[in-house]
Structure formats: structure tokens, C-alpha cells
């Protein structure tokens, strides 16, 4: 994981990196949790701070996803990875009542047609983004999604309900 990928505010963040030299398979993984800051309001100073915990984020599985095109050879396959991710906000008062911040679904990565796509759901509450980076090169944009004018913590509670499917080149 490049320390650079990180110099951005999360709640919660996975980054997964897929080896397709033979088998295709995980080569690295990282799920971790973000850091909240309370600010006093008048005065701008830290009142406190606190990491939400990754206990709950997990990469279910990972498989093998035959490709239907039939003018690939059948050694060629996609790579299917199903995230069940889910983080408090660990500084909102009853932030266990509030509900955990939720994103569930399965990414496909397709090495010979170089797209990837991302189908599940999302919370109505923060924003969520994420980021294909193949052979090392700049990111691209999966999906930027941000939460509707009004939403909070208070929309957090029960499993993501936001549906997403979207997929991109790389």
C-alpha cells in the first residue's frame, strides 16, 4: 500500500491489491479504520480524537469469475471480490444507536478486457469513493458518491440501502 493513497480523510478504507501473474489471487490487503477529531466550536481547539475500529470490515471471498466472451482463451478470467465493509464514527454520541457506516457488494476486475466494476450498496451517510490503480500507474475513478443535502449520522442505521453499479476502464 503506497503511503501517498493515504493522505486523504476516511472513516473507513480498503485497499486490495490483485496479482494476476498465474493463479489471480490477493497480494496484499489493508482494512482500517479512520480517525475522528471533536473540535471545540468557538475556539477550533481538539477536544478529542478516535480511530473507528476494522473488526467489522471484511473481504468475504474471493473467486474466479469465468469470462463469457468466447473469443478469450478459457485461461483468461476476471476476479470477483465481495467487500462487507461497516465502521462507527467512534466520537458521535451513541454512535452504536446511530448504526455503523455500511458499503457491501462485489468488485469484478477483468485483466484482459481492463475494467473493473462495482456492484452493491452503499449508506446514505458519508461519501464513499474508489479507485482502480492497474500496473502501477495513476488512479481512475470507480464512483465518487456524495450523501444528499441533509444526511448525517442519523442516517446511518440498519444495512446500506444506496444501490450502486457502476464499472470503469483502466
Same mark, same amino acid.
Given at each position: 500500500?503506497s503511503?501517498t493513497?493515504?493522505?486523504?480523510?476516511f472513516?473507513?478504507?480498503a485497499?486490495v491489491?490483485?496479482?494476476?501473474?498465474g493463479?489471480?489471487r490477493?497480494a496484499d490487503?489493508a /482494512?482500517?479504520?479512520?480517525?475522528?477529531?471533536?473540535?471545540e466550536?468557538?475556539l477550533?481547539t481538539v477536544?478529542?480524537?478516535g480511530?473507528?475500529?476494522?473488526?467489522?470490515?471484511?473481504?468475504v471471498?474471493?473467486?474466479?469469475?469465468p469470462?463469457?466472451?468466447p473469443?478469450?482463451?478459457?485461461?483468461?478470467s476476471?476476479?470477483?471480490?465481495? !467487500?462487507d /465493509?461497516? +465502521?462507527?464514527?467512534?466520537?458521535?454520541?451513541? +454512535?452504536?444507536?446511530a448504526?455503523?457506516?455500511?458499503?457491501?457488494?462485489?468488485?469484478?476486475?477483468?485483466?484482459?478486457?481492463?475494467?473493473?466494476?462495482?456492484?452493491? !450498496? /452503499?449508506?446514505q451517510?458519508p461519501? !464513499?469513493?474508489?479507485?482502480v490503480?492497474?500496473?502501477?500507474?495513476?488512479?481512475?475513478? /470507480?464512483?465518487?458518491?456524495?450523501?444528499?443535502?441533509?444526511?448525517?449520522?442519523?442516517?446511518?442505521?440498519? +444495512?446500506?440501502?444506496n444501490?450502486?453499479?457502476?464499472s470503469?476502464?483502466?
Amino acid at each position: 500500500m503506497s503511503e501517498t493513497r493515504l493522505n486523504h480523510h476516511f472513516k473507513m478504507h480498503a485497499d486490495v491489491t490483485v496479482s494476476f501473474e498465474g493463479q489471480p489471487r490477493i497480494a496484499d490487503k489493508a /482494512l482500517l479504520g479512520g480517525l475522528s477529531t471533536q473540535i471545540e466550536p468557538v475556539l477550533g481547539t481538539v477536544i478529542q480524537t478516535g480511530v473507528s475500529s476494522n473488526a467489522r470490515m471484511k473481504l468475504v471471498q474471493i473467486f474466479q469469475v469465468p469470462t463469457p466472451n468466447p473469443f478469450i482463451p478459457p485461461s483468461s478470467s476476471s476476479v470477483a471480490i465481495r !467487500f462487507d /465493509l461497516a +465502521a462507527s464514527i467512534p466520537l458521535v454520541p451513541l +454512535a452504536d444507536a446511530a448504526g455503523d457506516i455500511d458499503m457491501t457488494g462485489v468488485l469484478v476486475i477483468d485483466p484482459v478486457a481492463r475494467t473493473a466494476s462495482f456492484n452493491g !450498496f /452503499l449508506d446514505q451517510f458519508p461519501a !464513499f469513493e474508489a479507485f482502480v490503480i492497474a500496473d502501477r500507474g495513476s488512479p481512475r475513478s /470507480l464512483f465518487q458518491v456524495f450523501p444528499q443535502r441533509g444526511n448525517t449520522p442519523l442516517n446511518l442505521p440498519g +444495512a446500506a440501502n444506496n444501490p450502486i453499479k457502476i464499472s470503469t476502464t483502466f
